[in-house]
């Protein structure tokens, strides 16, 4: 788990993104922190999420800001879970209520909680059709890519280094057997809306793991998870940044568990991403229903990939079906069937341990840029015939309000697709220039951009110029 140190209960504790000079110190951390884990296991196996770290894994909870004054509830959280996912408060119509005006007390109350008790936190969810304030649900095409992406960017700012997962597209795809996309808004400014608002993500929170996330996905033979699946191995071909995907995991006698859940997990994590369970709920009571949490936790320990699981709710009074008591508490607080085949087959389940791989970063600039002027770094990711530059600017000591940066391409190297900036030519040397929503930085503040190109990428260090 990236950002995150093992605590001798168990519980991940979210850091702060190391900056250079801290990070010898951040890693000599780290493993101590790692030998506290193993030394310790007083606690192992007694919570959800101490049971969880074991398997080197997360157990995760949707939480509601207001129901943090609640202390049976709180108590529960605090115990059991080291990761929890805001339920309704980093949506859309939360946080961008009126177009370019933010609010985040709601979120951050849950954020804090989370830090203050060592919990990583679930970013749920920059672009979706749904929960989408007025002024957006009235906008379309450019105007409304526009907004989309400066709220993606925005909002993963804002919440830079805080969060361990972003969804940053839930649910862009149909049910049934088309296997196409959901109509809505922000599929029709483009097929390529998804990809827009990964990029944006990237650049805004480069140490989060960008998820795409769905529901209806659990079943291999589905058309919906095929759809999602081809999505997500055209990503990975063409270098579009995504490092995980959520299955939603909503089961009921209509939807159930499906026989090949496994196989849809590790089919994922082939693609080389990661896989959540991020809203699981399985409604039902008793033996039943305890049975079914069993083969879902099961499963995830079975793929190494399957790097965490999140309950959608603590209480089943606390759902959002709460008629169908789908969680692992009463309305009481109670631990129920349910509850104890989880952490049963947190124990005893698989041990792969998931694999510790980061997501890419770029270095900061190693030479402080000028009084009222910007720097540039360019970090490639390459491979033979074609590479991904991810560049970021830095402002100097003062704010400036644009950036053109100037690469030289190696002789046979083509820019075949740019990402939060405008490229002049697509080969030789090539200037990029802000875009609308990242030209201001404010004095020592950084943003991202990137191109993808055929050959090899550039060498040497870009330069420059505030505009
Ligand atoms: O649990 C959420 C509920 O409180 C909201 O009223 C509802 C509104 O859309 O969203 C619920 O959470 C959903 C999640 O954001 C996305 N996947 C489906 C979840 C259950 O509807």
């Known amino acids: 788990m990236d950002n995150t140190l093992a605590r001798a ?66 108590g529960i959280l605090n115990r059991e879970f080291n990761s929890v996912t805001p339920e309704n408060e980093m949506k859309i119509d939360a946080t961008e209520p009126q177009q370019g005006q933010f609010t985040f007390a709601n979120a951050d109350r849950i954020v804090n909680h989370a830090r203050a008790n060592g919990m990583q936190v679930r970013g ?13 649900q ?9 907004a989309m992406l400066n709220h993606v960017t925005q909002v993963a700012t804002y919440y830079r280094g805080k969060i361990h997962s972003w969804d940053v597209v839930n649910e862009a795809f149909a049910d049934g057997g088309s296997g196409a996309r959901r109509d809505s808004n922000l599929q029709r400014t483009g097929n390529d809306w998804i990809e827009a608002a990964f990029r944006a993500a990237r650049a805004a929170d480069p140490g989060a793991k960008l998820c795409y996330n769905d529901y209806n996905t659990d079943d291999w033979s589905h058309a919906k998870t095929q759809a999602v699946y081809a999505m997500v191995r055209d990503f990975k071909q063409r270098g579009v940044p995504i490092d995980c995907v959520g299955l939603q995991s909503h089961f009921n006698a209509a939807s ?24 699981l709920d399985i409604e039902g009571s008793g033996q039943p229903q305890a049975d079914n949490y069993g083969r879902v936790v099961r499963a ?37 069937p349910a509850y104890s085949a989880t952490l049963d087959a947190l124990n005893s389940g698989g041990t792969t341990p998931p694999p510790t791989t980061a997501p890419p970063s770029t270095p900061p600039p190693t030479t402080p840029p000028p009084s009222g002027g910007c720097a540039a770094t360019v970090s490639l990711n390459s491979w033979n015939g074609g590479f991904v530059a991810t560049v970021r600017v830095t402002a100097g000591s003062t704010a400036i309000d644009g950036w053109a940066v100037a690469v030289t391409l190696p002789g046979g190297a083509t820019v075949t697709n740019t990402w939060n900036a405008r490229g002049s030519g697509i080969s030789g040397a090539v200037t990029f220039r802000n875009v609308e929503y990242n030209g201001r930085l404010s004095a020592g503040t950084t943003t991202e951009f990137g191109f993808q190109g055929t050959g090899v990428g550039p060498t040497g260090t870009p330069t420059c110029t505030p505009s």
Not at 256 to 279: K, M, S
Request: proline share 4%; aromatic share 8%.
């Open 9 to 74: 209960n168990g519980r991940p504790v979210t850091r702060w993104r190391p900056r250079v000079a801290l990070a010898s110190v951040v890693v000599g951390l780290s493993v101590a922190a790692t030998t506290l884990a193993v030394a310790s296991g007083a606690a192992a196996g007694t919570t959800l999420g101490a049971s969880a770290a074991e398997k080197g894994r997360y157990f995760g909870a949707a939480v509601a800001a207001n129901k943090l004054s609640d202390a049976t509830y709180v």
């Open 124 to 136: 749920h969810t920059l672009a979706w059709h749904s929960q989408q304030p007025g002024w957006m």
């Open 138 to 146: 009235n906008m379309s095409g450019s105007a409304l890519r526009q």
């Open 256 to 279: 159930p568990v499906p026989g090949n859940y496994q196989t849809t997990l590790q089919g994922f994590a082939d693609l080389g991403v990661d896989v959540q369970i991020t809203e």
């Open 300 to 336: 995830c320990l079975a793929v190494a990939r399957c790097t965490g699981i999140t309950v959608w709710g603590i209480r089943d009074t606390d759902s959002w079906r709460a008629s169908g008591t789908p969680l692992l508490f009463d309305g009481n607080g109670n631990k129920k």
